[in-house]
């Protein structure tokens, strides 16, 4: 701490402190900032078990697949991934990106297979192992359950398909469930018994589905969620929801009963609206406002943090949030060439790849 704060300061210095300390403080945060290795509006992010940071393009950069989509990948500290960014034969523009308990990296494309989308199977080295096309139709979310070996995808038909080895990862009726409503969940989530948790944002609705498919008692909930966009799930199957337009956080117990005071603000929030949110090991909840800052709730909802971190960074409109095996905020940005941010180690560590709830290593 006495070393940084000794540090040269100024517009040429490694450090620009804005506001200038009399004295070292007890402690820093300090934000690392990825630019290149293919990132391109960029929005998928996973982190796998050996702490590389995995993340999808939509559009390439130019040179690397023109017109089409490709996969970055980095190492904990930054550095490129030897290799990345991975382009697989067919891919078109990859929307979402997960981590298996093998260590694969799975990717879901929604305009391969003339435009219906396909789900591709990477090795941790980046090279193609298998490509899943059957019953695909426009997919655009999915997450792994508990075990890693079941995917939960939402498909274009508003079907939520629970897919694994057994299936061939074909998504078929017998293993899809037609979600109530006109409109396509805006996020996704699996909890510690493998049922799965979404929105439907105009709605202002969380479904949940047993590993049947069948609808829990009470679904849909509502819990005063207004224009939920993104969830996460915590140790103990309570279930957190991002409500973009509220510039709150909503919890539900796991029979989607509201938790006693939700929904929850903070200061932290920054008064934008919260894009996307993800739980640490200890249970704090971690909720990235819409200009990139990131606010913090302990586990009961009440402000762990009266600041919100990187505000005033102008890290870009946030797509995604994940915390790794080190305690460290991960951040995409998908404005203009994309940008990959690291809080380093500003969180409780989470055990990766991430399946179902959050878990210490």
Same mark, same amino acid.
């Given at each position: 701490v006495?070393?940084i ?12 402190? &804005?506001?200038p300390?009399?004295?070292? &403080?007890n402690d820093?945060?300090?934000l690392v ?6 990132l391109?509006?960029s929005n998928?992010?996973?982190?796998d078990?050996?702490g590389?940071?995995?993340? *999808?393009n ?13 996969i ?6 930054g ?5 990345a960014?991975?382009?697989? *034969?067919?891919?078109? #523009? ?13 990717v879901l ?9 396909? =789900? ?11 490509t899943?096309t ?5 997919a655009?979310l999915m ?5 890693? *070996? ?6 274009g ?21 037609v979600l109530p ?6 996020? =996704? ?15 202002n609705?969380v ?7 069948t ?16 969830l ?19 919890e539900l117990?796991?029979?989607?009963t509201?938790? &006693? ?5 903070? #200061? ?8 996307? =949110?993800a739980?640490?090991g200890?249970g704090?909840?971690?909720v990235v406002?819409?200009d990139?800052s990131?606010?913090?709730l ?8 009266a600041v ?13 949030v994940?915390?790794d ?20 180690g500003?969180?409780? &560590?989470?055990?990766t790849?991430?399946?179902?709830p959050a878990?210490?290593p």
């Amino acid at each position: 701490v006495a070393g940084i704060y000794g540090l040269p300061q100024g517009a040429n210095a490694p450090f620009l402190d &804005p506001t200038p300390l009399t004295q070292a &403080p007890n402690d820093w945060t300090m934000l690392v900032t990825v630019i290149g290795g293919g990132l391109s509006q960029s929005n998928g992010l996973a982190i796998d078990g050996d702490g590389s940071i995995w993340v *999808t393009n939509p559009i390439s950069d130019a040179g690397i697949n023109a017109g089409k989509g490709s996969i970055s990948a980095f190492l904990n500290n930054g550095v490129q991934v030897t290799g990345a960014p991975f382009v697989v *034969t067919g891919l078109g #523009a990859p929307l979402a990106l997960n981590i298996g308990a093998d260590n694969h990296v799975w990717v879901l494309d929604s305009t391969s297979n003339h435009n219906r989308g396909s =789900l591709y199977e990477l090795s941790g080295s980046g090279s193609l192992l298998a490509t899943h096309t059957t019953g695909f139709n426009g997919a655009s979310l999915m997450s792994f359950g508990p075990a890693g *070996t079941t995917l939960w995808v939402v498909n274009g038909n508003r079907a939520l398909a629970r897919l694994n080895s057994g299936n061939s990862y074909a998504i078929s009726a017998s293993n899809s469930t037609v979600l109530p409503g006109s409109e396509s969940p805006a996020g =996704l989530t699996i909890d510690g018994k493998d049922q799965a948790w979404t929105v439907l944002y105009f709605a202002n609705e969380v479904v949940a589905l047993d590993d049947t498919g069948t609808q829990l008692s009470g679904s849909p909930f509502s819990g005063s969620v207004f224009r939920p966009i993104s969830l996460a799930v915590s140790s103990g199957d309570n279930v957190w929801i991002a409500d973009q337009q509220g510039n709150q956080v909503t919890e539900l117990g796991a029979d989607g009963t509201p938790s &006693p005071g939700s929904p929850f603000g903070a #200061a932290s929030f920054n008064g934008f609206a919260t894009d996307s =949110l993800a739980i640490d090991g200890g249970g704090r909840v971690w909720v990235v406002n819409g200009d990139g800052s990131v606010g913090v709730l302990n586990g009961d909802g009440t402000a762990a943090s009266a600041v919100a971190y990187g505000a005033g960074q102008n890290m870009g409109q946030p797509a995604g949030v994940a915390i790794d095996s080190s305690g460290s905020v991960w951040e995409v940005s998908n404005s203009g060439t994309g940008t990959l941010s690291k809080f380093i180690g500003l969180a409780a &560590p989470v055990k990766t790849p991430l399946l179902g709830p959050a878990t210490l290593p």
